[in-house]
């Protein structure tokens, strides 16, 4: 998967591109430190994906759809210190994919990027409690690049589901899966949010509908939070 990197700060940039380089499945083919040059590098390089921080100098929301009207297939993660529900809003109803903020995990960073460019969204940890904790109704955005068609998981979202099924704690399923707690916890946010769903038992009943695990596998698990 191709990347631009897009925010005014070096030093963020280039911890981006440590961070990003060490991944063989990304490459980083080009660095903006404004709009024009964005627009620029699109022309030359092309990209699946543009991690941004509209919110920094030489930057504005506006730089997202302006960049969707030439490259239809492009996506956009934001990656900005800004949580507000307002801002957040704004940003998916401009054809932002995905978001998180800059104090996020760095696995976080990550799976966003990975994520984005296989056609799904992801938020962190801290976006998915704005988005609960203002009610925000994202089937209500309507935008043109916002997928509100039939639920899409990742392939690690139907391993932890499948896990949780099977009675593992977060703590267990990170070790199994050579990931932190956090980052767990953050997957099982967002698969929360996906299915529609508040508590373990809702993520249970999709595991069993779906047939990622058998009813018979649970009947003896840990009593569901």
Known sequence: MQIILADSNELIRLGLRTILNSQSDISIVGEAKNHEELMAQLKTFGADVVLIDFT?????????????????????????EAQHAPILIDA?????????????????????V???ANGKQFFCGQ????????????????????????????ERENEIITLIAEGQTNEQIA???FLS????????KNIMAK????????????AVKTSL????????????A
């Open 114 to 116: 990975k994520e984005t």
């Open 213 to 224: 695990v058998s009813p018979n596998r649970f009947l003896f698990a840990p009593s569901l």
């Open 181 to 188: 707690k956090h980052t767990v916890n953050t997957h099982r």
């Open 127 to 154: 976006i998915l409690e704005t988005i609960q904790k203002s009610n925000i109704d994202l089937d209500e955005l309507n935008t043109e690049d916002f997928n509100c068609g039939p639920v899409v998981l990742s």
């Open 195 to 206: 299915l529609g769903v508040k508590n373990t038992a809702g993520i249970v009943m999709y």
């Open 56 to 80: 920094s100098h030489g930057f504005s929301i506006d730089t997202v759809p302006k960049a969707l009207s030439k490259y239809k297939a492009l996506r956009f993660v934001a990656l900005t």
């Open 92 to 112: 998916l109803k401009s054809g932002v994919t995905s978001y998180v903020k800059k104090d996020c995990e760095l696995t976080e960073i990550i799976d966003a």
């Open 175 to 177: 070790d199994m899966l």
